[in-house]
């Protein structure tokens, strides 16, 4: 079992590596419509203890993650990100440590986005913070997803509230199943934070109410 294992990791990683490889290629030739998906693809067997597909944040990968980084300061997919309404980065199901995240940041602050998709990171306050330094660097942001990843202090809760009550763009806000471990009202600044915003999605939260029923 363990050999088998071994075998289907192997084989995401090459699967992984070469999906990787494919959009950097479009973002250095055409731009790739200013659209930057890493994510697991079909095919792609990295399974973990729950048995869902995941990409896990491995050392090997570390060159992968900088020539990303590169390609998306090429020419080509910086002028498409700033001539779409539809550029967007989608970081979803990979595990994404702090030194890869700072290898990304320095593209991703000066690529405004209209779009972050960052769910299912797995990386604790670090996803938390890399999704807030992205919020404060892109005054262009329209839509935020931003699921499954806890967020359980104060102090982010109080920032993340300031920064989507003072975004110049921000429309659409999804945050959801991001309550873990903390008080159950804790979230609850969220909700009056993003009260002037087209669309606001805040289930699975542990959001109560003052009778402890739960109401998002």
Same mark, same amino acid.
């Given at each position: 079992?363990?050999?088998?294992?071994?075998?289907?990791?192997?084989?995401?990683?090459?699967?992984?590596?070469? *999906?990787?490889?494919?959009?950097?290629?479009?973002?250095?030739?055409?731009?790739?419509?200013?659209?930057?998906?890493?994510?697991?693809?079909?095919?792609?067997?990295?399974?973990?203890?729950?048995?869902?597909?995941?990409?896990?944040?491995?050392?090997?990968?570390?060159?992968? *993650?900088?020539?990303?980084?590169?390609?998306?300061?090429?020419?080509?997919?910086?002028?498409?990100?700033?001539?779409?309404?539809?550029?967007?980065?989608?970081?979803?199901?990979?595990?994404?440590?702090?030194?890869?995240?700072?290898?990304?940041?320095?593209?991703?602050?000066?690529?405004?986005?209209?779009?972050?998709?960052?769910?299912?990171?797995?990386?604790?306050?670090?996803?938390?913070?890399?999704?807030?330094?992205?919020?404060?660097?892109?005054?262009?942001?329209?839509?935020?997803?931003?699921?499954?990843?806890?967020?359980?202090?104060?102090?982010?809760?109080?920032?993340?509230?300031?920064?989507?009550?003072?975004?110049?763009?921000?429309?659409?806000?999804?945050?959801?199943?991001?309550?873990?471990?903390?008080?159950?009202?804790?979230?609850?600044?969220?909700?009056?934070?993003?009260?002037?915003?087209?669309?606001?999605?805040?289930?699975?939260?542990?959001?109560?109410?003052?009778?402890?029923?739960?109401?998002?």
């Amino acid at each position: 079992a363990h050999s088998e294992h071994n075998a289907k990791f192997a084989n995401g990683m090459d699967k992984f590596q070469y *999906w990787l490889k494919k959009d950097m290629y479009d973002m250095r030739k055409n731009g790739n419509r200013g659209e930057a998906h890493i994510e697991p693809q079909d095919g792609v067997d990295f399974i973990d203890d729950y048995g869902d597909v995941f990409i896990p944040g491995s050392t090997p990968l570390l060159p992968y *993650w900088k020539e990303l980084a590169d390609a998306m300061l090429c020419p080509a997919f910086m002028d498409c990100v700033a001539n779409s309404d539809g550029s967007a980065l989608r970081l979803e199901k990979i595990k994404l440590g702090r030194c890869i995240m700072d290898l990304l940041a320095p593209a991703i602050q000066v690529n405004h986005f209209k779009q972050l998709r960052f769910n299912d990171n797995r990386s604790g306050r670090t996803s938390v913070l890399f999704m807030m330094d992205f919020m404060e660097h892109n005054p262009e942001l329209e839509t935020l997803f931003f699921l499954n990843n806890p967020i359980e202090r104060e102090y982010d809760v109080s920032r993340l509230c300031r920064l989507i009550r003072n975004h110049p763009s921000l429309n659409r806000l999804v945050i959801q199943n991001c309550g873990g471990q903390a008080s159950s009202n804790l979230l609850c600044p969220l909700i009056t934070a993003s009260n002037k915003l087209g669309c606001v999605e805040l289930n699975g939260n542990n959001i109560c109410n003052e009778g402890d029923t739960s109401i998002l």
